[in-house]
């Protein structure tokens, strides 16, 4: 019989090999019903999951990713705490076996009295039966990204920028995913029983949420634009010095874009879808500068409203969602032209 197996061990750890002193040992980890197990990143605590098959053909040689913060490390570096917590129970009846073991050399079938003012002590060895590893139960996936680079499959449990095999994820991406991201939390909002949806209204989170949608909308497109542009454009620096925060402002951004040689953003998008997403700008600048007050500059932005100066703005939930569709077809044209 081989030496190793004269150890117990307990369904899903096995030792597969010796040499020497040191064994090795294999401990199965549970993917779930999707086939997907956890990673977690030892920087910030964050857990995301990645498709088992798909790992398992990873080069052993190959760093993952954290899809949150972006720290790079080898794949040990990544287990989940009741992964971890798995394999330090195998690897603690294994170490209690190998303890048993030396102390039968040395004891086994001792037996003594004692005589005088000696001590008597005896020694008898027990079976071992290891106890059953702990179970993974961890949060499981809602949605399955795809990375455009590499293909392979991943879940998220927040804003990530990241794919776990090769990093930094496209511009694009984060664009369309964040945008997808603030729709999905629109519908679980919708989606809440009466009573909490009631209690959620009186205490503003929906109109927060509403707010923080159109500001997000925002931010979306200029991190975009900002990437794309510099990417396509191999004078950006120059054209971009002393122009600040040009990103933010539509019409600026698409005379800038015109400069660099590129089409007219208003056109390709057309005068109406054009004006829709110069009131969400503006609504924005108006909640983020002045708490939502109108004021004249606001006015002059959208000459259709019926609000006056001095009142502040009601949002809708139909406003956040037409914001998010023409801003979702600003990010399109905006891939499109800066290829």
């Not at 081989?2 to 150890?7: A, E, I, K």
């Not at 455009?148 to 794919?163: D, S």
């Not at 002393?242 to 402002?249: D, E, P, V, W």
């Not at 056109?267 to 002045?290: I, K, M």
Request: aromatic fraction near 8%.
């Amino acid at each position: 019989m081989r030496d190793h197996h004269r150890f117990r061990m307990a369904d899903g750890a096995e030792l597969v090999g010796r040499q020497g002193d040191s064994f090795e040992m294999r401990v199965s980890i549970p993917s779930d019903d999707n086939g997907f197990f956890g990673r977690q990143c030892p920087e910030c605590s964050l857990v995301f999951r990645m498709d088992v098959q798909q790992y398992e053909a990873l080069p052993d040689s190959l760093a993952l990713w954290c899809v949150y913060c972006g720290h790079h490390a080898e794949h040990s570096e990544f287990m989940t705490e009741q992964q971890r917590d798995r394999i330090m129970r195998a690897a603690g009846d294994f170490a209690m076996q190998m303890v048993s073991q030396e102390l039968d050399k040395m004891f086994g079938g001792l037996a003594r009295s004692s005589r005088g003012g000696s001590i008597s002590f005896s020694y008898r060895s027990q079976p071992f039966y290891p106890r059953p590893l702990p179970g993974i139960d961890e949060e499981q996936l809602v949605r399955v990204r795809t990375c455009a680079g590499c293909q392979n499959n991943y879940a998220v449990f927040g804003e990530h920028r990241y794919c776990p095999v090769c990093g930094q994820l496209p511009a694009a991406s984060v664009a369309f995913d964040a945008l997808q991201a603030d729709t999905a939390r629109l519908d679980a909002l919708e989606a809440l029983p009466t009573d909490a949806k009631a209690l959620l209204r009186e205490q503003g989170v929906f109109t927060r949420n509403w707010v923080d949608t159109v500001e997000n909308v925002v931010g979306v497109v200029e991190a975009l634009a900002s990437s794309l542009f510099r990417a396509a454009v191999p004078n950006a620096a120059s054209l971009l010095n002393g122009k600040g925060a040009i990103f933010q402002r539509l019409d600026h951004m698409a005379d800038l874009i015109v400069t660099a040689g590129f089409p007219d953003l208003r056109a390709a998008l057309g005068s109406q879808t054009w004006q829709r997403l110069l009131e969400t700008w503006a609504v924005r600048h108006v909640f983020t500068h002045n708490d939502g007050i109108v004021d004249e500059k606001y006015l002059i932005k959208v000459p259709g409203s019926s609000a006056q100066i001095g009142q502040r703005l009601v949002l809708t939930e139909t406003v956040c969602r037409n914001a998010l569709d023409d801003a979702k077809a600003l990010c399109e044209t905006l891939v499109d032209m800066l290829r």
